[in-house]
């Protein structure tokens, strides 16, 4: 927890110097929609599912997820996407949890600077064996491709991201990710959302691969001191999953922007 503090305060005093003193909210609104977006940013998304079997115990899964754009050279953006999961999983034998790491994933997007209609990156995604525990994370390394494509049209913004990674070890992970996200802006940077992820466990019998939700919520972008903040919650219905898991997910994310200053 003291490497976590650090590294939010390192954060937070950089944001105090770089804002960009003529970007306002309703447009930082717009910019926190764009998973291409050339902004360092440092979310922190709290995923919840309550419910789950046999205890009738919620799972929750904290990602402290930074986003570290880099130019390579005029043309291309490298967007550097890392998911730290912080873990906590109900037994499925008795009436106990486990907290800690589960596996860091990693994704580079290699993305035009030049806007056009259509905003698009692709890229490997990469999952590095962190978990602390094996109830938390196969401890795998694992590789795939990653595709994130979207599109800005007055008011909305709308995309997927989709990806697939395969594992090398005992396991031998084969899970697929889909998530589609559409965002409606209102006035003083508030936002309507929906962004559930779609998963698949391609090794799991054909009943039990997937888990399907929906469900939408709602986000504002506000500032402390210089500092902006992009927050936003969001509740879902798993209307497929596999046995044992919980019906309804919450989403709640904290995310702190560092756009480049004006010039």
């Known amino acids: 927890m003291k490497n976590i503090r650090t590294l939010f305060l390192s954060f ?61 050279g005029s043309k291309i953006n490298l967007i550097n996407r890392i998911i730290l999961p912080v873990v906590t999983m109900p037994s499925t034998t008795e009436d106990k949890s486990k907290t800690g790491l ?17 905003i698009w990156g692709i890229g490997p995604v990469f999952q590095l064996p962190t978990s602390t525990d094996s109830s938390l994370g196969s401890g ?56 559930p992820i779609i998963t698949a466990n391609w090794n799991a019998p054909n009943d039990q691969q997937w888990i399907v939700p929906f469900g939408a919520g709602a986000g504002k972008v506000f500032k402390i001191a210089k500092l902006p903040i992009n927050m936003n919650a969001q509740v879902f219905y798993n209307a497929v999953k596999p046995d044992g898991v919980g019906e309804w997910q919450s989403r709640i994310q904290l995310q702190f922007l560092f756009p480049k200053k004006s010039k």
Not at 34 to 61: D, E, K, V
Not at 153 to 163: E, T, Y
């Open 102 to 118: 589960g596996d860091l994933n990693y994704t580079a997007w290699l993305s035009p600077k030049k806007g056009s209609k259509i």
């Open 140 to 195: 795998e390394f694992g590789i795939g491709p990653s595709v994130v494509a979207l599109t800005m049209i007055r008011k909305w913004v709308a995309g997927i991201v989709v990806n697939n990674i395969w594992t090398f070890g005992n396991i031998g992970e084969n899970k697929f990710l889909f998530q589609y996200f559409v965002n409606y802006n209102l006035p003083k940077a508030w936002y309507l959302v929906t962004a």
């Open 12 to 72: 937070g005093l950089l944001g105090l110097f770089a804002t960009a003193s003529g970007q306002n909210e309703a447009e930082l609104a717009k910019a926190t929609q764009n998973p291409l977006a050339a902004m360092y940013s440092l979310p922190f998304q709290n995923n919840t599912t309550f419910g789950n079997l046999p205890y009738n115990r919620a799972s929750n899964i904290l990602n402290i997820q930074p986003v570290i754009p880099v130019g390579l």
